[in-house]
């Protein structure tokens, strides 16, 4: 599997696997414009909504023989246009509500996971399985590539997201983009744009600067479409300075179709649709409009044509978007189901768990597990089971028995208000992995009980969940009392290590009382396995923060949730006077230490940096060696920050890189920085200020090394 998808990676970077440059001159589009000219208008309007096909109480019966999935547009036969099916594809290919009886799939990480990794090669590797099992199953576009800042670290989605920083989300979320399309499989991006909580996701009003925006959520974008070239865009429900993203004249006209020169199309998410002139402001196709008041983008939308309101030229180059990224991905081939290789697949996905899981505390070595300990009790999380994974859309089968706890909830997303634990058991791969340790589980119902429990041991892992879902925010407070939990067992033994499975940060009110922390994150269907791999050192973790740790509410730019408690869909705006100071950013900016720093992780060796070099000019870079100086193989990912700017501080990551070395082994990384990172949005477009960068490396937002500094001349910067 490995050889195979960086043999892809290999492919991209030469030029074989389709992209989407956007030239007048691309094949693609000469053949989406051919085949344009040759459509009736009733199949121009028929590309232009489309259904989910999933029986609903309550709305319009589903035509019959459809595959029951997330989105369905009726192809043309007679042009070769095939049926679009489209499948939710977050955390692997999506069975809504088990409607498909018996399909189950590869379930993958947590994004957040997959960004912690810090590996565009990895990042596209699990792109590509995805895109290979939809393709298998007879889909031909994944509701993929979310690349949503974490601008707040209780969002209930960001588990699906690539972190808080620009280049990072982009980066990670376009390598997977372009993996899904090495497989024949259009992908979209998503949710452009300001999606950045759940409460009231219909009804808020995001409201942002411009300049900081094009900084912030805005790059991010930029550069996963850059870098990922997605068929498709999937607009937002919320508003952004006070119109609907799927309604944006400026998002979706100005930035992305002009700014950006764009040359996909635009869907709606599904229930985002309420005007017929959102199609005149740059939406190109209505999604699931069943779930909308009605289907805008047919009748109403012709109705619209015929008065002359809206050009029918608007109509073929809405249709022209869709063919041409059809073509350009090979999208267009008749979908054939075939078999799938769910062994390598699963060897994959541990892979990317092994590289994602954090160490964020190791004190005093008492991790990895010494194979000579005597017993070890396990506590808590369902671990004799296996492990958590997030809800909502994203929700993958995978193969074997899991444990579903239902939860109960309100409104359309109660029915997604269920636990799910995938079957990979940390206590048995443990017991595996250590076959002369006795290791006992204790569910931790009863903390006094679990406390005994680990006074007789030698050692204490306590296993500690959070669940998050799509259509709800969490909280930075473990629930379910885990943390009297955790809090008790280690004032019953000091030797205790705590695992968090999680979808988001939380805070450590016992932090000083344990030993070890591991962040696994939702680490996927292999994820016991994989946590068991890094607790007793057969794999060193070499996984970062791709999101900071925050001490408490009081720290962030907004203490509490903006309408929590409120009624669905009450309208409600939101000043993120923050800006483009996400994340570790803010911190920076307020002179705030967090719980722990973005980019932070520890390691089972240690390296060293050295030879700094930093070049200017109009292709910049970060150059310096890095040295494992440890007893251990293991990975290192040195990080690039920009610190200031004539003397004026600021914080940004401009390059990353990861790095595996063998103890003594050395080695030169360069990282390319995109010019856009040393830029400011001014109204002109981005503009570099002349005079003198500086420019630190080190192992965190925080931890940082020497700073070097570079003279760059003013200059504007084009895409």
């Given at each position: 599997?490995?050889?195979?998808?960086?043999?892809?990676?290999?492919?991209?970077?030469?030029?074989?696997?389709?992209?989407?440059?956007?030239?007048?001159?691309?094949?693609?589009?000469?053949?989406?414009?051919?085949?344009?000219?040759?459509?009736?208008?009733?199949?121009?309007?028929?590309?232009?909504?489309?259904?989910?096909?999933?029986?609903?109480?309550?709305?319009?019966?589903?035509?019959?023989?459809?595959?029951?999935?997330?989105?369905?547009?009726?192809?043309?036969?007679?042009?070769?246009?095939?049926?679009?099916?489209?499948?939710?594809?977050?955390?692997?290919?999506?069975?809504?509500?088990?409607?498909?009886?018996?399909?189950?799939?590869?379930?993958?990480?947590?994004?957040?996971?997959?960004?912690?990794?810090?590996?565009?090669?990895?990042?596209?590797?699990?792109?590509?399985?995805?895109?290979?099992?939809?393709?298998?199953?007879?889909?031909?576009?994944?509701?993929?590539?979310?690349?949503?800042?974490?601008?707040?670290?209780?969002?209930?989605?960001?588990?699906?997201?690539?972190?808080?920083?620009?280049?990072?989300?982009?980066?990670?979320?376009?390598?997977?983009?372009?993996?899904?399309?090495?497989?024949?499989?259009?992908?979209?991006?998503?949710?452009?744009?300001?999606?950045?909580?759940?409460?009231?996701?219909?009804?808020?009003?995001?409201?942002?600067?411009?300049?900081?925006?094009?900084?912030?959520?805005?790059?991010?974008?930029?550069?996963?479409?850059?870098?990922?070239?997605?068929?498709?865009?999937?607009?937002?429900?919320?508003?952004?300075?006070?119109?609907?993203?799927?309604?944006?004249?400026?998002?979706?006209?100005?930035?992305?179709?002009?700014?950006?020169?764009?040359?996909?199309?635009?869907?709606?998410?599904?229930?985002?649709?309420?005007?017929?002139?959102?199609?005149?402001?740059?939406?190109?196709?209505?999604?699931?409009?069943?779930?909308?008041?009605?289907?805008?983008?047919?009748?109403?939308?012709?109705?619209?044509?015929?008065?002359?309101?809206?050009?029918?030229?608007?109509?073929?180059?809405?249709?022209?978007?869709?063919?041409?990224?059809?073509?350009?991905?090979?999208?267009?081939?008749?979908?054939?189901?075939?078999?799938?290789?769910?062994?390598?697949?699963?060897?994959?996905?541990?892979?990317?768990?092994?590289?994602?899981?954090?160490?964020?505390?190791?004190?005093?070595?008492?991790?990895?597990?010494?194979?000579?300990?005597?017993?070890?009790?396990?506590?808590?999380?369902?671990?004799?089971?296996?492990?958590?994974?997030?809800?909502?859309?994203?929700?993958?089968?995978?193969?074997?028995?899991?444990?579903?706890?239902?939860?109960?909830?309100?409104?359309?997303?109660?029915?997604?208000?269920?636990?799910?634990?995938?079957?990979s058991s940390p206590l048995k791969a443990l017991q595996a992995a250590l076959p002369r340790t006795n290791i006992e589980f204790d569910s931790g119902y009863v903390p006094e009980e679990a406390a005994a429990f680990a006074a007789h041991s030698d050692l204490a892992i306590v296993f500690a969940t959070q669940w998050q879902s799509e259509g709800v925010d969490g909280s930075l407070t473990l629930p379910e009392g885990q943390d009297a939990l955790i809090d008790a067992v280690a004032t019953a033994n000091p030797n205790t290590i705590v695992v968090l499975e999680t979808g988001n940060p939380v805070k450590m009110p016992w932090l000083g009382k344990v030993k070890g922390v591991l962040e696994a994150w939702y680490p996927g269907q292999g994820g016991g396995e994989a946590i068991a791999d890094v607790l007793t050192g057969a794999v060193n973790p070499g996984g970062r923060l791709p999101i900071s740790f925050p001490t408490d509410e009081k720290d962030l730019p907004r203490r509490t949730i903006p309408g929590l408690g409120l009624p669905e869909k009450t309208a409600l705006p939101i000043d993120y006077d923050e800006g483009a100071n996400v994340g570790y950013k803010w911190y920076a900016a307020k002179g705030v230490k967090p719980l722990f720093a973005f980019g932070e992780g520890l390691s089972y060796t240690r390296f060293a940096h050295s030879g700094l070099k930093i070049s200017g000019g109009s292709d910049p870079s970060v150059t310096l060696t890095v040295k494992n100086i440890g007893e251990r193989s293991g990975f290192d990912v040195p990080q690039a920050y920009l610190v200031s700017i004539n003397g004026k501080p600021v914080r940004r990551l401009i390059g990353f890189s990861r790095v595996e070395l063998a103890p003594g082994q050395s080695r030169t990384v360069t990282m390319k920085v995109d010019r856009r990172l040393l830029a400011d949005w001014t109204d002109k477009g981005w503009a570099i200020a002349g005079g003198q960068y500086d420019i630190a490396t080190g192992q965190s937002a925080l931890d940082l090394d020497e700073v070097m500094s570079v003279k760059l001349a003013a200059q504007m910067v084009s895409r």
């Open positions: 599997m490995k050889t195979v998808r960086l043999g892809l990676v290999a492919a991209l970077l030469s030029g074989i696997v389709p992209c989407f440059p956007a030239t007048a001159q691309d094949p693609a589009d000469a053949k989406a414009a051919a085949t344009e000219a040759k459509m009736t208008d009733v199949e121009r309007f028929q590309l232009l909504h489309g259904i989910m096909p999933i029986a609903i109480p309550g709305l319009p019966p589903i035509p019959p023989g459809l595959k029951s999935t997330a989105g369905f547009v009726r192809g043309i036969p007679r042009l070769g246009i095939p049926d679009i099916y489209e499948s939710d594809a977050s955390l692997g290919v999506v069975n809504p509500f088990q409607s498909r009886k018996g399909d189950i799939s590869t379930a993958l990480p947590s994004s957040l996971l997959l960004a912690a990794t810090f590996s565009p090669d990895l990042a596209f590797a699990s792109g590509a399985l995805a895109g290979n099992e939809a393709r298998s199953k007879g889909f031909n576009v994944l509701l993929a590539g979310g690349v949503n800042l974490a601008r707040d670290p209780r969002n209930g989605r960001n588990f699906e997201y690539a972190g808080e920083d620009p280049l990072l989300a982009g980066t990670i979320a376009g390598a997977s983009i372009s993996g899904v399309q090495s497989e024949h499989v259009v992908s979209t991006v998503k949710h452009f744009a300001l999606n950045d909580q759940e409460t009231l996701r219909q009804s808020i009003d995001a409201r942002i600067e411009e300049k900081t925006f094009r900084e912030s959520d805005l790059l991010a974008f930029e550069i996963a479409i850059d870098r990922g070239h997605p068929g498709a865009v999937m607009c937002a429900y919320n508003q952004v300075n006070g119109a609907y993203a799927c309604g944006s004249d400026f998002l979706l006209n100005k930035v992305l179709k002009a700014d950006w020169k764009y040359p996909g199309w635009v869907m709606s998410d599904w229930g985002a649709v309420h005007d017929v002139s959102y199609f005149a402001k740059g939406l190109d196709q209505q999604s699931g409009a069943q779930l909308d008041k009605e289907t805008y983008f047919d009748k109403p939308l012709q109705d619209e044509v015929a008065a002359g309101r809206v050009p029918k030229a608007r109509v073929s180059d809405a249709v022209r978007r869709i063919l041409r990224s059809l073509y350009a991905v090979g999208a267009d081939a008749p979908l054939r189901e075939r078999p799938i290789d769910f062994a390598a697949h699963a060897n994959a996905v541990r892979k990317i768990a092994d590289a994602g899981i954090v160490l964020l505390k190791n004190e005093g070595g008492i991790l990895p597990l010494a194979a000579n300990a005597k017993s070890i009790a396990v506590i808590g999380g369902h671990a004799d089971v296996g492990v958590i994974s997030g809800g909502g859309s994203s929700q993958v089968t995978p193969a074997g028995q899991v444990l579903l706890l239902p939860l109960g909830g309100r409104g359309i997303m109660s029915n997604w208000s269920k636990i799910l634990y995938m079957p």
